[in-house]
């Protein structure tokens, strides 16, 4: 279970919910870390969004043109704004719902 994840020295560093590291990897290679759940983490590489899991595993990924720009992370899902609507998706980037903003 992800408690935090913090970038230090250009590395992201994913914590347990006692502060003990769960796992790490560089800056470099997962992007800008956009933010995370307790379930999964999301990051944007290349004007590509990917999930990860707490080991840093690929869940899913696709392009910011198609997906939207990011709005927030919450448990199992992730929204995204694009067109003036919120698309809610779970943590292989699949639609759940949608709604106008």
Do not use: C, P, Q
Not at 2 to 7: G, H
Not at 37 to 56: A, G, P
Not at 76 to 97: A, C, G, P, Q
Request: net charge negative.
């Amino acid at each position: 279970m992800i408690s935090d994840v913090i970038l230090k020295n250009k590395m992201y560093y994913v914590l347990d919910e006692f502060g003990k590291e769960i796992s790490h990897d560089w800056e470099s290679s997962t992007g800008e870390l956009m933010n995370f759940s307790s379930e999964f983490m999301v990051f944007l590489l290349n004007k590509m969004y990917y999930t990860r899991d707490e080991k840093f595993k690929e869940i899913a990924h696709d392009w910011e043109s198609s997906l939207g720009e990011f709005k927030n992370v919450s448990g199992k899902t992730v929204n995204f704004l694009n067109n003036k609507m919120v698309y809610t998706r779970d943590s292989k980037l699949k639609e759940i719902s949608h709604r106008w903003v």
